[in-house]
């Protein structure tokens, strides 16, 4: 079992934050993490350089946390609403999934990767759910979505 270690230059869940030195399978990074530029390899002037960048990461790490509270605030405010047909035990045809959440946060003029919604399963029965949003590593919106059935009357 080859490994190599590599320096992250991104936050990677379940393995580490930006700037760790980490060791990680020869094929996972050779064919994942390197080519998608997700981390760099661990010489002895690639660690040198990241350490004298960690300053400025430090800054832009607070800077970025700070932008993800802010949108966290406006995105708590965020309901979103969608009219499915239902079916007579009231599930739904088909379902809302994280693409039609995404969709739907665009149209509000809400520009944010549709990786970070965190949505576990389709939403298949009408009711209202808290749909959780990772703005950052540190910071985690919630929206309200409501599925109803198209057929009844939207409540005010």
Do not use: C, W
């Not at 970025?64 to 949108?71: I, K």
């Not at 599930?91 to 970070?116: C, F, N, P, Q, W």
């Not at 703005?135 to 009844?152: C, F, P, Y």
Request: glycine share 8%; charged share 30%; net charge neutral.
């Amino acid at each position: 079992m080859a490994m190599m270690e590599l320096l992250l230059k991104e936050d990677i869940e379940n393995l580490g934050a930006r700037g760790d030195l980490v060791k990680v399978r020869a094929g996972y990074g050779r064919n994942f993490l390197l080519p998608r530029g997700l981390a760099i390899q661990a010489t002895p002037s690639n660690i040198k350089q990241i350490e004298m960048q960690r300053r400025s990461l430090l800054k832009r790490e607070a800077a970025e946390r700070e932008t993800a509270l802010q949108q966290s605030g406006l995105l708590g405010e965020v309901t979103l609403e969608f009219p499915r047909k239902v079916g007579e035990h009231g599930l739904l045809y088909g379902s809302v999934t994280s693409m039609d959440i995404h969709e739907a946060l665009v149209a509000k003029g809400y520009e944010l990767d549709r990786r970070r919604i965190q949505l576990k399963d389709p939403i298949k029965e009408v009711g209202e759910y808290e749909v959780p949003i990772k703005l950052h590593r540190e910071v985690t919106a919630g929206i309200k979505v409501v599925v109803r059935n198209e057929e009844a009357p939207a409540q005010a």
